[in-house]
């Protein structure tokens, strides 16, 4: 079974590009049954998605995001990467990252437990 | 303001039986699998229900769900403290081609 380990910078400063990467264990991330998927929460606001990423390469990103971020997969390490730039206070938030199950719902199943990121002006 | 609305809030006693309500459109729950999950603070949100009533393995029978049109419902039954937590519904919505969050229902066992 996967397990879902984020790590970044903790804080990084407006207008600059974050780095998060999402170290999978437990089993290879290249199956055709599983997506590969980031989702962050602002603090006191809900969640947001931010998109997802197959083992492949295949990318969906949310619209109102899609111009700052890029996602990419690493299956020699079984990591996946998110980099979104051009950030502003209003990124600050929890990033987790969840594997993406077309067997179950469809449904983002399993979780990390996130990284914070601090946006600082 | 989130696509899909929750109550912000919801309590209830040891024991108890509560419910969470969800609300979208035909775009999202209405056309699409709608799942739900727990949120303890620091923790990895955990799948509680996916496709309106179905538990993932290892989710305790107390938890159960169901969707009418665009409503669904969580109920929670034999409430205990580590129930504590909030709760968030989610959809894809094909008009907005993205996964969709209610706002959240932060639980509080009294």
């Known amino acids: 079974q996967h397990q879902l380990q984020e790590s970044g910078p903790g804080l990084v400063k407006a207008s600059e590009t974050l780095s998060l990467t999402c170290a999978v264990s437990g089993a290879s991330i290249r199956s055709d049954n599983y997506y590969w998927g980031w989702i962050r929460r602002p603090p006191g606001k809900g969640l947001e998605w931010i998109g997802s990423i197959s083992y492949s390469g295949s990318t969906y990103y949310n619209s109102s995001l899609k111009s700052r971020v890029t996602m990419s997969v690493d299956t020699s390490k079984n990591q996946v990467s998110l980099k979104f730039n051009s950030l502003t206070a209003a990124d600050t938030a929890v990033y987790y990252c969840?594997?993406?199950?077309?067997?179950?719902?469809?449904?983002?199943?399993?979780w990390g437990r996130g990284t914070l990121v601090t946006v600082s002006s | 303001q989130s696509v899909m609305t929750q109550p912000p809030s919801a309590s209830g006693t040891p024991g108890q039986r509560v419910t969470i309500s969800c609300s979208g459109s035909?775009?999202?729950?209405?056309?699409?699998?709608l799942n739900w999950y727990q949120h303890v603070p620091d923790a990895a949100p955990r799948l509680l229900i996916y496709s309106s009533s179905l538990r993932p393995s290892g989710v305790s029978d107390r938890f159960s769900g169901s969707k009418s049109g665009t409503s669904a419902s969580l109920a929670i039954s034999g409430l205990q403290s580590e129930d504590e937590a909030d709760y968030y519904c989610?959809?894809?919505?094909?008009?907005?081609?993205?996964?969709?969050f209610g706002g959240g229902t932060k639980l509080t066992v009294l």
């Open positions: 989610a959809a894809w919505d094909d008009s907005l081609n993205a996964w969709v």
């Open positions: 969840a594997r993406y199950n077309f067997w179950s719902g469809p449904s983002y199943d399993t």
């Open positions: 035909s775009s999202n729950m209405g056309s699409n699998a």
